[in-house]
């Protein structure tokens, strides 16, 4: 017996719908919000022509400056809409930000398919994102290696230690993941969806040695062999100290703190 689509899950749709469907979310916005509203886009895999029929809508909606409208998250028919609302300075304020999550959520700012822009901010926006200072992306990456990294090797370590070979796979994928949020900081790189990131990552310049290697073992490989993941993880550890190293990012401390 096969598996069946849930019947709550919405239906498959072509990007001839997806267009429509925007472009009638947009005129509503004109009509509810009118001038208050200065730009319209879409961004996510739909801007890139790369979405599936499953893919949901993703739409920046900018507001001038003291204007602000909820944000809107919810399913209709057949589409799964998500509009980030944000009053233009502050729609700027959040391209400018460097997190660890940079190289996932900067195209979203840098590739925008504009319904309605006058002004051309998506143009002026898209610039945003590269104009961190070097120092910024740095000191994050040293942040982001004591918040994540290094925490989850202890974990595949204990896990490894006490017998607990199910947490293995988990935990490999979850330093794997991290290390291209680092990989793309580094490059100054963003993917251009989720989807796409360990393939986007492996064809960067600078990365840590171990990192192929363990995600090629993830995509193509016998994950059932506990023992090669842990080793792979080993690899990639002492080759993420290393690069760190290379770069001149130590995040370990010297002496207390306080």
Not at 53 to 82: A, C, N, W
Not at 218 to 242: A, F, H, V
Request: hydrophobic letters at 35%.
């Amino acid at each position: 017996m096969g598996i069946k689509y849930m019947l709550a899950y919405p239906s498959p749709t072509s990007r001839e719908e997806k267009m429509k469907m925007i472009r009638t979310v947009t005129d509503r916005l004109m009509d509810r919000y009118g001038e208050d509203i200065i730009a319209v886009g879409v961004y996510g895999s739909t801007a890139y022509q790369k979405e599936g029929r499953h893919s949901d809508i993703e739409m920046h909606v900018v507001t001038k400056d003291g204007v602000s409208i909820p944000v809107q998250e919810f399913i209709y028919g057949k589409f799964k809409l998500e509009l980030s609302c944000r009053e233009k300075s502050k729609l700027f304020e959040r391209a400018a930000r460097v997190d660890d999550s940079w190289s996932i959520w900067a195209g979203s700012f840098v590739n925008v398919l504009a319904i309605h822009d006058p002004e051309g901010i998506f143009e002026q926006l898209k610039s945003v994102p590269f104009q961190a200072k070097k120092e910024s992306v740095r000191e994050m990456m040293r942040t982001f290696m004591i918040w994540e990294p290094y925490e989850t090797m202890g974990k595949i370590r204990n896990n490894h230690e006490n017998g607990n070979f199910r947490y293995i796979q988990m935990g490999a994928r979850d330093l794997a993941w991290q290390t291209a949020k680092l990989i793309g900081l580094a490059n100054r790189a963003y993917y251009t969806t989720r989807a796409r990131t360990f393939e986007e990552s492996l064809d960067l310049e600078s990365k840590p040695s171990g990192y192929r290697e363990l995600v090629e073992f993830l995509e193509t490989g016998d994950i059932r062999d506990k023992e090669t993941l842990y080793l792979l993880c080993e690899n990639l550890w002492t080759g993420l100290n290393s690069w760190f190293d290379e770069m001149g990012i130590d995040y370990k401390s010297h002496e207390l703190p306080f």
